[in-house]
């Protein structure tokens, strides 16, 4: 069975930057795309971005610019680079899998992490 696990969120000025990394046990991340979503009080979960094995990435438009996702195969690891933060990307933020290239539609994704809370300040 795979387990995600997602690294310590925190609390972060507007304008300021976070790393989180989302790591796998059970199986590898081999042939499968990672994905990072958020979901703040009251709003649907969004897509925020996500890579495939292959490295081919996609962004949400909210997030365009400023977020960077990237991947180690090596060590099982993908990371979501949040540079310019703002108080709007406050949210709960989970990694999910799924076979096939990246996909923004949260159905498509078949194994999820338990989330990790990032806070933006003003």
């Known amino acids: 069975q795979v387990q995600l696990v997602e690294s310590e969120g925190g609390l972060v000025q507007a304008g300021g930057s976070l790393r989180l990394s989302c790591a796998a046990s059970?199986?590898?991340?081999?042939?499968?795309?990672v994905g990072w979503f958020r979901q703040a009080p009251g709003k649907e979960r969004e897509f925020v971005a996500a890579?495939?094995?292959?490295?081919?990435?996609s962004y949400g438009d909210s997030v365009k610019g400023r977020f960077t996702i990237f991947r180690d195969n090596a060590k099982n690891v993908v990371y979501l680079q949040m540079n310019s933060l703002k108080p709007e990307d406050t949210a709960v933020y989970y990694c999910?899998?799924?076979?096939?290239?990246?996909?923004?539609?949260?159905?498509?994704?078949?194994?999820w992490g338990q989330g990790t809370q990032v806070t933006v300040s003003s």
């Open positions: 999910a899998l799924r076979t096939g290239g990246p996909s923004p539609l949260y159905i498509e994704y078949n194994y």
């Open positions: 890579i495939s094995y292959t490295k081919i990435t």
């Open positions: 059970g199986r590898t991340f081999s042939s499968l795309t």
